[in-house]
């Protein structure tokens, strides 16, 4: 089955930009995965849907500082022009015809 | 836009059944969507439950599985989480969610649920 890794935490300044990676297993690497936003004591906000092509669906209100890539197993969120509202944790998400499976999630702070 | 709202005993005795509805509004149940239950322990990070479509089909978290039952109403446009021979670790916060396009693309608030006697 499909397994995410995560990075445990990231930092970086207000202002400045940041990537996020997650990482598909070997035999995976064609998924396409979703990223969610989760803000201390709040539900999960989904942010986007990103193919292995690099292409990516934004939810609604999502600010255009976000965006997402690709590469191999490799996906990326960026998100430029830090606020600090963007810190958080966050989650990627895969699934196929049998199961859905999260990563362990990155813990952002902005410095 | 569709929302979606938990409910449910905040507390549950080790043993017991853990029992949680989700209301769906701005939506039916019944459109071409799966609905997910996750759950997040205190501090720790999200973990699939399973979920239903409304045709009755299910798939479930393979470590859950032989504890989980997951149900819909469409008369009510809700769906249902049963968790049986709950014990501490079962503690967490428990959300719904629908999918759209393969991924999770909407969740509910999430409700707290206490395993303690």
């Known amino acids: 089955q499909p397994v995410l890794t995560q990075s445990s935490s990231a930092s970086a300044s207000l202002g400045s930009s940041v990537k996020l990676t997650c990482t598909l297993n070997s035999g995976h690497s064609g998924y396409s995965i979703a990223w969610h936003q989760q803000r201390p004591g709040k539900a999960p906000r989904y942010l986007m849907m990103l193919q292995d092509t690099g292409n990516y669906i934004k939810g609604s209100g999502v600010p255009d500082r976000f965006s997402g890539s690709s590469s191999g197993a490799d996906r990326y969120l960026t998100i430029s022009n830090l606020q600090s509202e963007d810190e958080a944790d966050y989650y990627c998400e895969t699934w196929d015809s049998y199961t859905r499976v999260f990563g362990g999630g990155t813990k952002l702070t902005v410095l | ?61 393979p470590s859950l599985k032989s504890r989980v039952t997951i149900s819909a109403d469409k008369s009510k446009n809700q769906f249902s989480l049963k968790l049986s021979s709950v014990t501490a670790a079962d503690t967490a916060v428990y959300y719904c969610a629908r999918e759209n396009s393969g991924c999770l693309g909407g969740w509910g608030q999430g409700t707290l649920v206490t395993v303690s006697s």
């Open chain 2, 1 to 61: 836009q569709v929302q979606l709202q938990e409910s449910g005993p905040g507390l549950v005795k080790p043993s017991g059944t853990l029992s949680l509805t989700c209301a769906v509004s701005g939506g039916s149940i019944t459109s071409s969507n799966w609905w997910s239950w996750v759950r997040q322990p205190p501090g720790k990070g999200l973990e699939w439950i399973g979920e239903i479509y409304h045709s009755g089909s299910t798939k479930y978290n």
